[in-house]
């Protein structure tokens, strides 16, 4: 593929997002698009839960966001999975990735919702694998919205770490 080719198939964002600058990514909506999550890359998978779960968010709480599954990952309870990738994947955690949840459709072609949106949920997954940022949720696991208050968030297993800045989540840790 000849160079102009090559440029055309890429998005160049000049934009700025929560005061840094984000990169340019390849921008062709094949590699984006999926069936089947077991397929993806860490960095693929943790884009699209950010997506799915956080793409209304400030930077900032999707960077939390992000955490929870390296934390969980790095957490050495089997259930959660040893790898990001398997703390996404299990079963009704991430619930953009349940069968029955409208959010599910978007994260398999993301790019089709909202294009701008899922590059930063790339670029933060990115940078969140690199280590790039430090953890802002200090440990935790779990989140959910300031609308719904699930009955595990009440669990004595749980404990409260709170609210990330002025965020839509507060954030827990597994004991």
Same mark, same amino acid.
């Given at each position: @593929? ?41 960095? @693929?998978?943790?884009?699209? @839960? ?57 994260? @398999? ?67």
């Amino acid at each position: @593929m000849n160079l102009v080719k090559r440029l055309r198939n890429k998005v160049s964002l000049a934009f700025l997002a929560g005061g840094l600058a984000l990169g340019t990514y390849d921008a062709r909506a094949e590699e984006y698009t999926t069936t089947d999550f077991k397929k993806d890359t860490e960095k @693929m998978i943790l884009a699209r @839960m950010l997506f799915g779960e956080a793409r209304n968010c400030s930077r900032e709480e999707k960077i939390a966001v992000a955490y929870t599954a390296i934390n969980r990952a790095n957490d050495g309870k089997k259930w959660n999975g040893s790898t990001v990738k398997e703390a996404i994947l299990v079963p009704k955690q991430y619930s953009c990735f349940n069968e029955n949840d409208p959010n599910r459709k978007k994260i @398999m072609n993301p790019e089709k919702y909202d294009k701008r949106s899922f590059i930063e949920c790339l670029d933060v997954a990115t940078r969140v694998l690199e280590g790039a940022y430090p953890d802002p949720t200090k440990g935790a696991t779990h989140y959910h919205t300031l609308s719904s208050t699930p009955s595990w968030a009440k669990s004595t297993k749980i404990e409260k770490k709170g609210r990330i800045g002025d965020s839509k989540h507060i954030f827990y840790q597994e004991k």
